[in-house]
Every structure is written in structure tokens, then in C-alpha cells.
């Protein structure tokens, strides 16, 4: 599988037809593939796609958590655009979800995670980032589960919000999601991470534990 870097839209050119989870072909809109430059060294990874993903078919596009993220990259200079873009400039970020598609009704099931697994697991592989940013609890628990050592009972979104958790050849650095932050814990996060960025992070790969 390779990149087409020339598309920051579904870059590694996943089924856009995708037919693994039936019920939610007939919730979806589209279908939010990973979106963003491929050699980004940090990628953020959502639950699911909000209304406005599910509309646009771009990771935190179109709708408020979606521009309160974008207005964080923002800050931190990884986005060039206004925070309302459906198609923001990126660099050196990556976004993308645990599942592709949306059910408006209901959070994703655990057997629907599984299944779009094989599509974040590319995308990880493919990119290789230094920092992974699971933006949500679920999206921690997942991530935290896979790429680290640290059992899933000690991960707490609020209080590992911005800190940063060694994991298998990644860091981690949590983030409440954008909708649930208040204005403080949004501006501690923008800190730490503009903190981080500052270091020579590139050099945790490898690491163990936490």
C-alpha cells in the first residue's frame, strides 16, 4: 500500500466502498478514512465520525468538536487553515478514527472497532508516527490497550489529559475530546504539547513501559 501524498484525503486509497459493518452502510453518509500528511509525525485518532466527518468524509471536519480541534492545530502550527475548513492544509499531522463511519444513534460497538482495525493499524504502519493522540476515553482505551504496557483500568482521559505515556515505539498523549474541554483544559493541553513539540521527541521511539 502507498501513499499518494498529493491527496491529504485518504492518502493510502482505502476502500471507500467498504461493506464490513452492514448496519452502518445504512447509517453513513460516507465513509472518513484517515486524512493529512502522511509523514506526520503526530497522529490524532477520534472514536467515530461526527455529523460533520459524516457529511464531508474528512476526520473533525464540519461540525463545533470538529473546529475546536482543528483551532488547536491550529495554535500548535500543525493546520494553515481557519478552523471551519472542510479541507484543512496539515503538516506533520495525521487524523483519523477507531471506525469509519457513523451511527447517530449509538457509540461504536466493540465488534465494529475490530473490523475497521486492519484500516488504523495501516495507517499507523504506513505513517509510523512518533506521537499518537487518542482524542476521547474510548479512543485512549483503545490505543492505550495496543500500544502500551499500561493496564487499561490506570488510563483516565481527564488525568492523563496532555501527559505524556510511554508506550511500544509511541508515546501517547491523551486528549478529552474537544466538545467535553473546558476552556482551561484546553489551554493546558496547547501548553503541553507546544512543550513537547519543543523537545527532541523524535527520539522515544523504542522505548518500553511507562
Given at each position: ?61 464540519g461540525d463545533e468538536p470538529g473546529r ?37 444513534d449509538r457509540a461504536p460497538t466493540d ?87 519543543a523537545t527532541d521527541y523524535r527520539q ?7
Amino acid at each position: 500500500m502507498d501513499a499518494n501524498q498529493e491527496e491529504l484525503s485518504n492518502p493510502f486509497g482505502m476502500d471507500e466502498e467498504c461493506r464490513n459493518c452492514p448496519e452502518l452502510c445504512e447509517t453513513r453518509s460516507t465513509i472518513a478514512h484517515g486524512y493529512g500528511d502522511v509523514g506526520a509525525d503526530f497522529l490524532f485518532v477520534g472514536e467515530m465520525p461526527g455529523p460533520g466527518a459524516d457529511r464531508t468524509g474528512v476526520p473533525f471536519t464540519g461540525d463545533e468538536p470538529g473546529r475546536q480541534l482543528l483551532s488547536i492545530l491550529r495554535r500548535l502550527g500543525l493546520s494553515a487553515s481557519q478552523p471551519d475548513s472542510e479541507e484543512p492544509e496539515l503538516s506533520n499531522a495525521f487524523l483519523t478514527y477507531l471506525t469509519r463511519c457513523r451511527e447517530p444513534d449509538r457509540a461504536p460497538t466493540d465488534e465494529e472497532i475490530v473490523r475497521c482495525e486492519p484500516y488504523l493499524n495501516a495507517e499507523i504502519r504506513m505513517i509510523n508516527p512518533e506521537i499518537l493522540v487518542p482524542v476521547g476515553e474510548r479512543a485512549l482505551e483503545e490505543i492505550g490497550a495496543e500500544y502500551t504496557t499500561t493496564p487499561v483500568d490506570d488510563l483516565d482521559v481527564v488525568e492523563d489529559h496532555g501527559e505524556r505515556i510511554r508506550g511500544r515505539g509511541f508515546e501517547l498523549v491523551p486528549m478529552i475530546a474537544p466538545d467535553e474541554q473546558t476552556d482551561d483544559q484546553t489551554q493546558t493541553f496547547v501548553e503541553a504539547f507546544a512543550e513537547l513539540m519543543a523537545t527532541d521527541y523524535r527520539q522515544t521511539k523504542g522505548r518500553r513501559g511507562r
